[in-house]
């Protein structure tokens, strides 16, 4: 139905900024509500973001509300997660993620469709 493909991590240093997208193939994107989960080496995957059919609705995690925006682009079927002010606890691999009941929630198993990851590394 949907398949997500992360880009944009790397290295950056405390403070800095990354903008990661999520690239949808499908013919129904706007159908989904959207999220950002990231989960570091021996922990849980964790709820950072969601948003749902446009900028409207949004809901962050509180350890990045405030420093992260998701927003989507419908025509461009991707999502995108500008990450301001990093800190060396916000590395992980961060993965997307796509919810077809359009709940846009914060529980990882509400969302059917994941990608691969993209690796983020904050140095301090």
């Known amino acids: 139905q949907v398949q997500l493909v992360e880009s944009g991590g790397g290295l950056v240093q405390a403070g800095g900024s990354l903008r990661l997208s999520c690239a949808a193939s499908g013919r129904t994107f706007s159908n989904y509500a959207m999220g950002w989960f990231r989960q570091a080496p021996g922990k849980e995957r964790e709820f950072v973001a969601t948003?749902?059919?446009?900028?409207?609705?949004?809901y962050y995690s509180d350890s990045v509300k405030g420093r992260f925006t998701i927003s989507r682009d419908n025509a461009k079927n991707t999502v995108y997660l500008q990450m301001n002010s990093l800190k060396p606890e916000d590395t992980a691999v961060y993965y997307c993620?796509?919810?077809?009941?359009?709940?846009?929630?914060?529980?990882?198993?509400?969302?059917?469709?994941w990608g691969q990851g993209t690796q983020v590394t904050v140095s301090s």
């Open positions: 993620a796509a919810d077809s009941e359009f709940r846009g929630g914060s529980v990882a198993r509400q969302y059917e469709y």
């Open positions: 948003i749902k059919w446009s900028n409207v609705y949004t």
